[in-house]
Protein backbone atom coordinates (compact mmCIF):
# COMPACT_ATOMS: atom_id res chain seq x y z
CA UNK A 1 0.00 0.00 0.00
CA UNK A 2 1.50 3.47 -0.59
CA UNK A 3 1.82 5.57 2.61
CA UNK A 4 1.82 9.03 0.48
CA UNK A 5 -0.40 10.65 2.47
CA UNK A 6 1.88 9.40 5.88
CA UNK A 7 4.49 11.61 4.41
CA UNK A 8 2.78 14.64 3.79
CA UNK A 9 2.40 14.85 7.72
CA UNK A 10 6.26 15.69 8.57
CA UNK A 11 9.15 15.22 5.58
CA UNK A 12 11.29 14.23 8.67
CA UNK A 13 10.32 12.00 10.36
CA UNK A 14 12.08 9.56 9.33
CA UNK A 15 9.44 6.96 7.50
CA UNK A 16 10.54 3.44 7.23
CA UNK A 17 10.54 2.34 3.17
CA UNK A 18 7.57 0.52 2.52
CA UNK A 19 9.60 -3.07 2.43
CA UNK A 20 10.51 -2.34 6.33
CA UNK A 21 6.70 -1.36 7.12
CA UNK A 22 5.62 -4.84 5.58
CA UNK A 23 8.15 -6.70 7.73
CA UNK A 24 7.12 -5.08 10.92
CA UNK A 25 3.69 -5.02 10.28
CA UNK A 26 2.49 -2.29 10.02
CA UNK A 27 0.21 -3.43 6.66
CA UNK A 28 -2.86 -4.61 8.54
CA UNK A 29 -2.79 -1.44 10.60
CA UNK A 30 -1.71 1.40 8.18
CA UNK A 31 -4.78 -0.18 6.26
CA UNK A 32 -7.42 0.45 8.63
CA UNK A 33 -5.48 4.35 9.34
CA UNK A 34 -6.42 4.62 5.41
CA UNK A 35 -9.79 3.88 6.48
CA UNK A 36 -10.19 6.30 9.30
CA UNK A 37 -8.58 9.06 6.78
CA UNK A 38 -11.19 8.45 4.46
CA UNK A 39 -13.75 8.38 6.70
CA UNK A 40 -13.12 11.04 9.53
CA UNK A 41 -13.66 13.82 6.89
CA UNK A 42 -17.29 12.58 5.41
CA UNK A 43 -20.54 13.94 6.66
CA UNK A 44 -21.93 13.42 10.10
CA UNK A 45 -24.94 11.91 8.52
CA UNK A 46 -22.76 9.48 6.57
CA UNK A 47 -20.62 8.22 9.08
CA UNK A 48 -23.90 7.39 11.82
CA UNK A 49 -25.28 5.82 8.56
CA UNK A 50 -22.26 3.72 8.43
CA UNK A 51 -22.04 3.25 11.89
CA UNK A 52 -25.52 2.02 11.65
CA UNK A 53 -24.52 -0.80 9.31
CA UNK A 54 -21.96 -2.02 11.15
CA UNK A 55 -23.96 -2.12 14.45
CA UNK A 56 -26.49 -3.93 12.78
CA UNK A 57 -23.89 -6.52 11.54
CA UNK A 58 -22.48 -6.58 15.10
CA UNK A 59 -26.08 -6.96 16.58
CA UNK A 60 -26.63 -9.98 14.28
CA UNK A 61 -23.90 -11.43 15.08
CA UNK A 62 -24.07 -11.14 19.04
CA UNK A 63 -27.26 -12.00 18.93
CA UNK A 64 -26.96 -15.76 17.93
CA UNK A 65 -23.61 -16.26 20.15
CA UNK A 66 -24.09 -14.27 23.32
CA UNK A 67 -27.19 -15.25 25.25
CA UNK A 68 -27.10 -12.66 27.29
CA UNK A 69 -27.19 -10.20 24.48
CA UNK A 70 -30.31 -11.89 22.99
CA UNK A 71 -32.00 -11.10 26.00
CA UNK A 72 -31.43 -7.77 26.30
CA UNK A 73 -32.83 -7.26 22.68
CA UNK A 74 -35.63 -9.36 23.04
CA UNK A 75 -36.69 -7.69 26.48
CA UNK A 76 -36.70 -4.28 23.93
CA UNK A 77 -38.06 -5.77 21.67
CA UNK A 78 -35.16 -4.91 18.90
CA UNK A 79 -34.11 -7.33 15.81
CA UNK A 80 -30.37 -6.30 14.42
CA UNK A 81 -32.79 -4.63 11.69
CA UNK A 82 -34.00 -2.57 13.97
CA UNK A 83 -30.77 -0.84 14.78
CA UNK A 84 -30.27 0.71 11.22
CA UNK A 85 -32.49 3.22 11.93
CA UNK A 86 -31.29 6.65 13.80
CA UNK A 87 -32.29 6.65 17.36
CA UNK A 88 -33.65 2.78 17.84
CA UNK A 89 -30.19 2.24 20.01
CA UNK A 90 -31.57 4.27 22.45
CA UNK A 91 -34.76 2.02 23.14
CA UNK A 92 -31.67 -1.01 23.90
CA UNK A 93 -31.30 -0.86 28.13
CA UNK A 94 -27.73 0.34 29.34
CA UNK A 95 -25.60 -2.17 30.80
CA UNK A 96 -23.91 -1.70 34.22
CA UNK A 97 -20.30 -3.06 35.00
CA UNK A 98 -22.70 -5.20 37.40
CA UNK A 99 -24.46 -6.65 35.16
CA UNK A 100 -21.44 -7.39 32.82
CA UNK A 101 -19.89 -9.54 35.96
CA UNK A 102 -23.07 -11.01 37.27
CA UNK A 103 -23.71 -12.16 33.61
CA UNK A 104 -20.86 -14.38 33.58
CA UNK A 105 -20.24 -16.85 31.06
CA UNK A 106 -23.61 -16.34 29.33
CA UNK A 107 -22.31 -12.62 28.47
CA UNK A 108 -19.85 -13.35 25.93
CA UNK A 109 -19.68 -14.33 22.39
CA UNK A 110 -19.12 -18.22 21.86
CA UNK A 111 -17.42 -17.46 18.59
CA UNK A 112 -15.83 -14.37 16.83
CA UNK A 113 -15.64 -14.37 13.09
CA UNK A 114 -11.83 -15.79 12.28
CA UNK A 115 -10.84 -12.98 10.21
CA UNK A 116 -11.00 -10.81 13.61
CA UNK A 117 -8.26 -13.06 15.04
CA UNK A 118 -7.06 -14.55 18.45
CA UNK A 119 -9.53 -13.56 21.22
CA UNK A 120 -7.57 -12.35 24.61
CA UNK A 121 -8.95 -11.20 27.91
CA UNK A 122 -8.23 -8.55 29.85
CA UNK A 123 -9.31 -7.77 33.07
CA UNK A 124 -9.61 -3.73 34.42
CA UNK A 125 -10.17 -2.28 38.26
CA UNK A 126 -11.18 0.60 36.26
CA UNK A 127 -10.56 3.30 39.31
CA UNK A 128 -13.78 2.04 41.40
CA UNK A 129 -11.98 -1.18 42.24
CA UNK A 130 -14.54 -3.50 40.73
CA UNK A 131 -12.82 -5.43 38.65
CA UNK A 132 -13.86 -6.32 34.87
CA UNK A 133 -13.16 -8.91 32.60
CA UNK A 134 -13.59 -8.37 29.00
CA UNK A 135 -12.90 -10.40 25.95
CA UNK A 136 -11.39 -8.84 23.15
CA UNK A 137 -10.14 -9.82 19.43
CA UNK A 138 -6.93 -9.19 17.25
CA UNK A 139 -8.97 -6.97 14.87
CA UNK A 140 -9.94 -4.95 18.10
CA UNK A 141 -6.22 -4.18 19.33
CA UNK A 142 -5.12 -3.51 15.47
CA UNK A 143 -7.89 -0.26 15.52
CA UNK A 144 -6.23 0.49 19.02
CA UNK A 145 -2.78 0.85 17.25
CA UNK A 146 -4.56 2.71 14.39
CA UNK A 147 -6.18 5.03 16.27
CA UNK A 148 -3.10 5.35 18.32
CA UNK A 149 -0.87 5.70 15.40
CA UNK A 150 -3.62 8.55 14.32
CA UNK A 151 -3.44 10.65 17.12
CA UNK A 152 0.16 11.20 16.71
CA UNK A 153 -0.16 11.53 13.14
CA UNK A 154 -3.00 14.58 14.13
CA UNK A 155 -0.50 16.31 16.42
CA UNK A 156 2.42 15.73 14.05
CA UNK A 157 4.81 14.24 15.95
CA UNK A 158 8.48 13.49 15.15
CA UNK A 159 9.11 10.04 16.38
CA UNK A 160 12.65 10.42 16.25
CA UNK A 161 12.34 12.36 19.70
CA UNK A 162 12.74 10.73 23.20
CA UNK A 163 9.53 9.67 24.64
CA UNK A 164 9.25 9.43 28.43
CA UNK A 165 6.39 7.47 29.51
CA UNK A 166 4.21 6.71 33.13
CA UNK A 167 1.60 4.68 32.50
CA UNK A 168 -0.35 2.71 35.36
CA UNK A 169 0.54 -0.89 33.85
CA UNK A 170 4.36 0.43 34.33
CA UNK A 171 6.04 -1.54 37.17
CA UNK A 172 9.63 -0.85 36.38
CA UNK A 173 11.55 1.94 35.57
CA UNK A 174 13.30 1.12 31.65
CA UNK A 175 14.98 2.64 28.64
CA UNK A 176 14.29 1.02 25.42
CA UNK A 177 15.72 2.08 21.41
CA UNK A 178 12.72 2.34 20.73
CA UNK A 179 9.01 3.56 21.31
CA UNK A 180 7.30 0.44 20.08
CA UNK A 181 4.31 -0.37 17.90
CA UNK A 182 2.73 1.29 16.18
CA UNK A 183 4.99 4.01 15.48
CA UNK A 184 8.01 1.72 15.48
CA UNK A 185 6.35 0.06 12.68
CA UNK A 186 6.27 2.71 10.69
CA UNK A 187 9.19 4.48 11.64
CA UNK A 188 13.01 4.89 12.87
CA UNK A 189 12.05 6.03 16.30
CA UNK A 190 13.87 7.72 19.15
CA UNK A 191 14.34 6.26 22.55
CA UNK A 192 11.43 5.49 25.03
CA UNK A 193 12.39 5.42 28.62
CA UNK A 194 9.33 4.60 30.91
CA UNK A 195 9.12 4.71 35.01
CA UNK A 196 6.30 3.32 37.13
CA UNK A 197 3.66 6.19 38.16
CA UNK A 198 3.90 5.11 41.95
CA UNK A 199 7.66 6.68 41.77
CA UNK A 200 8.32 9.49 44.09
CA UNK A 201 7.47 12.58 42.72
CA UNK A 202 11.26 14.15 43.34
CA UNK A 203 12.48 11.30 41.35
CA UNK A 204 10.18 11.18 38.54
CA UNK A 205 11.45 14.98 38.50
CA UNK A 206 15.15 13.88 38.27
CA UNK A 207 14.87 11.20 36.21
CA UNK A 208 12.98 14.29 33.49
CA UNK A 209 15.59 16.51 33.82
CA UNK A 210 17.96 14.13 32.87
CA UNK A 211 16.66 12.31 30.31
CA UNK A 212 15.12 15.54 29.02
CA UNK A 213 12.38 14.06 26.91
CA UNK A 214 10.93 15.92 23.44
CA UNK A 215 7.47 13.89 24.38
CA UNK A 216 5.76 13.35 27.72
CA UNK A 217 3.03 10.83 28.31
CA UNK A 218 1.89 10.74 31.91
CA UNK A 219 -1.18 10.25 33.90
CA UNK A 220 -2.83 13.41 35.12
CA UNK A 221 -2.55 12.75 38.85
CA UNK A 222 1.11 12.23 37.87
CA UNK A 223 1.85 15.45 35.62
CA UNK A 224 0.10 17.81 38.03
CA UNK A 225 3.06 16.52 40.87
CA UNK A 226 5.87 17.25 38.12
CA UNK A 227 4.73 20.84 36.92
CA UNK A 228 4.18 21.56 40.75
CA UNK A 229 7.57 20.32 41.83
CA UNK A 230 9.28 21.94 38.28
CA UNK A 231 7.65 25.31 39.15
CA UNK A 232 8.66 25.30 43.00
CA UNK A 233 12.58 24.43 42.06
CA UNK A 234 12.12 27.12 38.46
CA UNK A 235 13.68 24.12 36.54
CA UNK A 236 12.27 23.51 32.83
CA UNK A 237 11.96 20.64 30.39
CA UNK A 238 14.26 22.51 27.52
CA UNK A 239 13.19 19.91 24.74
CA UNK A 240 9.85 19.46 25.61
CA UNK A 241 7.26 19.32 22.49
CA UNK A 242 4.33 17.31 23.85
CA UNK A 243 2.39 16.24 26.36
CA UNK A 244 -0.58 13.08 26.52
CA UNK A 245 -2.46 12.27 29.24
CA UNK A 246 -4.03 8.88 29.55
CA UNK A 247 -6.29 7.12 32.48
CA UNK A 248 -7.62 9.97 34.34
CA UNK A 249 -9.43 12.35 33.80
CA UNK A 250 -7.54 16.11 32.75
CA UNK A 251 -9.05 19.08 35.40
CA UNK A 252 -9.38 22.58 33.81
CA UNK A 253 -6.88 23.67 36.56
CA UNK A 254 -3.80 21.18 35.23
CA UNK A 255 -4.16 22.05 31.31
CA UNK A 256 -3.31 25.97 32.78
CA UNK A 257 -0.69 24.55 35.23
CA UNK A 258 1.04 22.64 32.10
CA UNK A 259 1.07 25.47 29.75
CA UNK A 260 2.22 28.09 32.22
CA UNK A 261 4.98 25.47 33.26
CA UNK A 262 5.90 23.36 30.84
CA UNK A 263 4.45 26.08 27.63
CA UNK A 264 2.60 23.28 26.01
CA UNK A 265 -0.75 22.48 25.97
CA UNK A 266 -2.53 18.66 27.14
CA UNK A 267 -3.40 16.37 23.94
CA UNK A 268 -5.75 13.21 26.05
CA UNK A 269 -6.37 10.57 25.00
CA UNK A 270 -9.82 8.54 26.57
CA UNK A 271 -9.47 5.15 26.47
CA UNK A 272 -10.09 2.02 28.26
CA UNK A 273 -9.02 -1.52 28.57
CA UNK A 274 -12.65 -2.50 27.81
CA UNK A 275 -13.43 -0.26 24.41
CA UNK A 276 -9.93 0.52 23.67
CA UNK A 277 -9.47 4.86 22.34
CA UNK A 278 -12.48 6.04 22.37
CA UNK A 279 -12.09 9.77 21.69
CA UNK A 280 -8.75 11.85 20.74
CA UNK A 281 -8.15 15.60 21.01
CA UNK A 282 -8.85 17.49 17.72
CA UNK A 283 -4.95 19.04 17.01
CA UNK A 284 -7.10 22.30 15.66
CA UNK A 285 -9.83 22.48 18.06
CA UNK A 286 -9.02 20.73 21.41
CA UNK A 287 -12.52 19.16 21.32
CA UNK A 288 -12.55 15.53 21.68
CA UNK A 289 -13.47 13.36 18.70
CA UNK A 290 -14.89 10.08 19.17
CA UNK A 291 -13.33 7.43 17.38
CA UNK A 292 -15.13 5.46 14.15
CA UNK A 293 -15.21 2.30 16.06
CA UNK A 294 -17.27 3.23 18.89
CA UNK A 295 -20.87 4.97 19.28
CA UNK A 296 -20.70 7.12 22.26
CA UNK A 297 -24.56 8.17 23.90
CA UNK A 298 -23.99 11.07 26.39
CA UNK A 299 -27.39 10.87 28.22
CA UNK A 300 -29.46 12.87 31.52
CA UNK A 301 -30.72 10.95 34.33
CA UNK A 302 -33.99 10.50 32.61
CA UNK A 303 -31.97 8.13 29.74
CA UNK A 304 -32.60 11.23 27.40
CA UNK A 305 -29.76 12.23 24.90
CA UNK A 306 -27.66 15.55 25.55
CA UNK A 307 -27.29 18.25 23.40
CA UNK A 308 -24.36 20.39 23.50
CA UNK A 309 -23.33 21.91 26.41
CA UNK A 310 -24.55 19.23 28.17
CA UNK A 311 -23.14 16.95 30.90
CA UNK A 312 -24.40 13.41 31.36
CA UNK A 313 -23.31 9.63 31.40
CA UNK A 314 -21.60 7.88 28.99
CA UNK A 315 -22.84 4.71 27.18
CA UNK A 316 -20.40 3.23 25.03
CA UNK A 317 -20.70 1.09 22.18
CA UNK A 318 -17.62 -0.93 20.44
CA UNK A 319 -18.55 -1.95 16.82
CA UNK A 320 -15.60 -4.09 16.39
CA UNK A 321 -15.77 -5.99 19.60
CA UNK A 322 -17.12 -9.71 18.34
CA UNK A 323 -15.94 -11.47 21.48
CA UNK A 324 -18.34 -9.12 24.19
CA UNK A 325 -21.14 -7.32 23.36
CA UNK A 326 -19.82 -4.29 24.74
CA UNK A 327 -23.04 -2.45 23.36
CA UNK A 328 -24.49 0.82 25.28
CA UNK A 329 -22.02 0.22 28.13
CA UNK A 330 -22.20 2.81 31.15
CA UNK A 331 -18.46 2.83 31.55
CA UNK A 332 -19.17 4.95 34.42
CA UNK A 333 -17.86 8.24 33.61
CA UNK A 334 -19.22 11.79 32.66
CA UNK A 335 -18.83 13.60 29.61
CA UNK A 336 -19.93 17.60 28.31
CA UNK A 337 -21.23 17.07 24.52
CA UNK A 338 -19.58 19.36 22.15
CA UNK A 339 -20.56 21.23 19.32
CA UNK A 340 -19.76 20.17 15.82
CA UNK A 341 -15.73 20.90 15.14
CA UNK A 342 -15.33 23.67 13.31
CA UNK A 343 -11.90 21.80 12.02
CA UNK A 344 -13.94 19.67 9.25
CA UNK A 345 -13.61 16.28 10.78
CA UNK A 346 -17.19 14.86 10.90
CA UNK A 347 -16.31 13.17 14.03
CA UNK A 348 -18.85 13.53 16.54
CA UNK A 349 -17.14 15.72 19.49
CA UNK A 350 -17.25 15.81 23.11
CA UNK A 351 -16.22 18.99 25.05
CA UNK A 352 -14.67 17.56 28.06
CA UNK A 353 -15.06 14.63 30.24
CA UNK A 354 -15.68 15.04 33.35
CA UNK A 355 -14.58 11.45 34.98
CA UNK A 356 -16.67 9.76 37.21
CA UNK A 357 -19.74 10.31 39.47
CA UNK A 358 -17.78 9.41 42.41
CA UNK A 359 -15.12 12.64 41.09
CA UNK A 360 -17.83 14.91 41.09
CA UNK A 361 -19.39 17.56 44.05
CA UNK A 362 -22.67 16.50 45.41
CA UNK A 363 -24.68 19.55 46.49
CA UNK A 364 -27.36 20.10 48.86
CA UNK A 365 -29.93 20.03 46.16
CA UNK A 366 -28.33 17.14 44.94
CA UNK A 367 -26.62 18.86 42.14
CA UNK A 368 -23.16 17.20 40.82
CA UNK A 369 -20.35 19.33 39.50
CA UNK A 370 -16.70 19.46 38.80
CA UNK A 371 -15.31 20.22 41.39
CA UNK A 372 -13.28 23.53 41.29
CA UNK A 373 -10.78 23.64 44.48
CA UNK A 374 -8.92 27.47 43.49
CA UNK A 375 -5.37 25.58 44.03
CA UNK A 376 -3.69 28.16 42.48
CA UNK A 377 -4.83 30.61 45.64
CA UNK A 378 -3.38 28.14 48.10
CA UNK A 379 0.19 28.82 47.06
CA UNK A 380 -0.28 32.31 49.02
CA UNK A 381 -1.57 31.13 52.10
CA UNK A 382 0.48 27.57 52.46
CA UNK A 383 2.50 25.35 50.41
CA UNK A 384 0.00 22.39 49.36
CA UNK A 385 2.07 19.37 47.91
CA UNK A 386 -0.64 17.10 47.31
CA UNK A 387 -4.10 17.30 48.31
CA UNK A 388 -7.24 14.36 48.29
CA UNK A 389 -10.83 15.27 49.32
CA UNK A 390 -13.60 12.91 50.38
CA UNK A 391 -17.03 13.90 50.47
CA UNK A 392 -18.26 12.40 53.27
CA UNK A 393 -21.92 13.75 52.80
CA UNK A 394 -23.93 16.69 51.43
CA UNK A 395 -22.17 19.22 53.79
CA UNK A 396 -18.89 17.79 54.64
CA UNK A 397 -15.44 17.33 53.34
CA UNK A 398 -12.27 15.80 55.18
CA UNK A 399 -9.21 17.53 53.04
CA UNK A 400 -6.59 15.29 52.96
CA UNK A 401 -3.45 16.93 51.91
CA UNK A 402 0.28 16.24 51.76
CA UNK A 403 2.74 18.79 52.75
CA UNK A 404 6.22 19.09 54.35
CA UNK A 405 4.62 21.26 57.74
CA UNK A 406 1.35 22.13 59.28
CA UNK A 407 -0.01 25.05 58.66
CA UNK A 408 -1.61 27.65 61.75
CA UNK A 409 -5.13 27.41 62.48
CA UNK A 410 -5.22 31.07 60.77
CA UNK A 411 -3.83 29.48 57.55
CA UNK A 412 -6.57 26.94 57.79
CA UNK A 413 -9.30 28.85 57.96
CA UNK A 414 -7.96 30.75 54.87
CA UNK A 415 -8.15 27.74 52.98
CA UNK A 416 -11.50 26.76 54.17
CA UNK A 417 -12.69 30.03 52.64
CA UNK A 418 -11.09 29.62 49.41
CA UNK A 419 -12.44 25.85 49.58
CA UNK A 420 -15.79 26.91 50.35
CA UNK A 421 -15.71 29.82 47.35
CA UNK A 422 -14.31 27.75 44.52
CA UNK A 423 -16.68 24.96 45.68
CA UNK A 424 -20.26 27.00 45.61
CA UNK A 425 -21.30 25.78 48.87
CA UNK A 426 -19.85 26.66 52.76
CA UNK A 427 -19.05 23.39 53.20
CA UNK A 428 -17.64 21.90 57.06
CA UNK A 429 -13.66 21.10 55.75
CA UNK A 430 -12.01 18.63 58.00
CA UNK A 431 -8.60 18.57 58.02
CA UNK A 432 -5.58 15.49 57.70
CA UNK A 433 -2.12 16.41 56.95
CA UNK A 434 0.99 14.01 56.04
CA UNK A 435 4.01 14.13 55.32
CA UNK A 436 3.99 11.38 53.17
CA UNK A 437 2.73 11.47 49.90
CA UNK A 438 -1.06 10.06 49.61
CA UNK A 439 -1.43 6.64 48.42
CA UNK A 440 -2.83 5.54 45.49
CA UNK A 441 -5.75 3.86 44.32
CA UNK A 442 -6.45 0.16 41.98
CA UNK A 443 -3.94 0.30 39.27
CA UNK A 444 -1.74 3.06 40.09
CA UNK A 445 -4.91 5.81 40.09
CA UNK A 446 -5.43 8.61 42.06
CA UNK A 447 -8.46 10.39 42.57
CA UNK A 448 -8.16 14.18 43.57
CA UNK A 449 -12.23 14.07 44.93
CA UNK A 450 -14.08 11.52 46.10
CA UNK A 451 -17.90 12.07 46.70
CA UNK A 452 -18.99 8.94 49.46
CA UNK A 453 -22.23 11.12 49.77
CA UNK A 454 -25.30 10.15 48.54
ZN1 LIG B 1 -11.88 18.96 15.18
Redesign the pocket.
Given at each position: MSADWLTRFRRDRNLLPASARRAAGAEPVLKILHGYRAAEQLPPAELARRQADQLVTLARHCLIWSPHFAARMKAAGLSPEDLAEPGALASLAPLTRRELVEAGESFFCRISPKAHGKVTTTSTSGSTGEPVTVRRTAYCQLHWLACTLREHLWHDRDFSGRLAVMRANITEAETSPSWGPPCSQVAETGPVSTMPPSTPIGDLVRWLLEFDPHYLLALPSSLAGIVAQLEDDGRQLPSLQGVRTISETVTPQLREDVQRVLGKGIDDIYTSQECGVMATQ??????Y?VSETIIMDVVDEDGHPCGPGEVGRILVTDLNNTATPMVRYEIGDYAEVGDP?????G?P?IRRFLGRERNLVLMPDGSRHWPLVGFHRWAGVFPVRQFQFVQLDRETILARMSAAGVPTAGQEAELTAILRESLGHPFEIRYEWHREPLARGPGGKFEEFLCEAR
Open positions: CPEEGTHCPCGRLS
